[in-house]
């Protein structure tokens, strides 16, 4: 596999990224309410990868939006997209709880965390929750935390009071310790609350784990949150993206060798 465009559909929007020869080329995010231009932008990326050999895969944790949206695509495309979770598994361990069934996009990131740094590692990823979970250094995701995202945060305090107003999420004034009116209180409290949960919640993993793992930040306000902190090792903004070019890889390798010993049997 030379060329694959991977889908990301998210809670909020869709992500979409071009890889050629194992390196993402271009990607871009769009909100799930604009469903045509999400359309438009999968087949301009489409059009871009002149591989004949490239493959589409699709990875979701919002089923109502992905599957017919899959079909678009499909009928847009005139190819087959592949599903994560179908046609291809995800190439990560857990240790789980019988039945749990975590979100793609948190395996998926786990998996390209892992595959590139091949040790225990703690990943944030910040969108519309705030996940912060853990990979151990043979590569077995054993979960973690689902904390409420910086702007859903902000949106249920709107929502559920009778006065506290509506707050676009952002950055506190660095200068200013503290939150002199109300809407700068509510980006005070979530920004640091979301902060000092993920460092106790890499603290907690340490402590079990009797040594201190690398910590990975992605997501939509992963800028926001933890630009300069000096927990964070790496910032990596497409890592759920790069989770699906590392299963279909690992997949093609898997077919491949299954072929190839498949063969070697029938010479014998």
């Known amino acids: 596999m030379s060329a694959l465009l991977a889908i990301s559909v998210g809670n909020t929007r869709t992500s979409f990224a071009r890889f050629v020869d194992r390196k993402l ?3 871009e995010h769009i909100e ?3 469903e045509n231009k999400i359309v438009d932008g999968i ?3 489409w059009a871009e990868l002149s591989d004949s050999d490239a493959i589409v895969v699709l990875a979701s944790v919002n089923d109502t939006f992905a599957n017919p949206l899959k079909i678009k695509i499909e009928m847009r495309l005139k190819t087959e997209v592949l599903r994560i979770g179908k046609e291809l598994p995800i190439p990560i361990g ?3 709880d019988a039945g749990a069934n975590p979100g793609q996009d948190r ?3 786990a998996a390209a965390a892992y595959d590139s740094l091949k040790q225990a590692v703690v990943v944030v990823d910040a969108g519309t929750a705030m996940t912060v979970d853990f990979v151990d250094g043979e590569g077995v995701f054993h979960g973690g935390a689902i904390i409420p995202g910086a702007s859903l945060q902000l949106k249920s305090l709107h929502e559920n009071t009778a006065a506290l107003p509506r707050v ?4 506190p004034d660095p200068k200013e310790p503290f939150g002199r009116n109300t809407a700068a209180a509510m980006l005070l409290g979530v920004y640091e609350g979301l902060r000092g949960a993920m460092h106790r919640l890499v603290e907690r993993y340490a402590e079990h784990y009797k040594a201190f793992p690398m910590v990975v930040v992605t997501g939509g306000d992963a800028d926001v ?3 300069g902190d000096d927990l964070v090792d790496r910032h990596v903004a497409d890592l759920v993206l790069i989770g699906i070019r590392v299963a279909a890889e690992k997949s093609i390798e898997e077919d ?3 072929t190839n010993a498949s063969i070697d049997a029938h010479e014998e």
């Open 32 to 34: 799930n309410t604009n």
């Open 107 to 109: 395996l998926l990131a």
């Open 168 to 171: 676009a999420f952002a950055q």
């Open 256 to 258: 491949s060798h299954d």
């Open 225 to 227: 949150l933890f630009t």
């Open 43 to 45: 087949a301009a990326a």
């Open 25 to 27: 080329i271009a990607s």
């Open 94 to 96: 857990v240790c789980l």
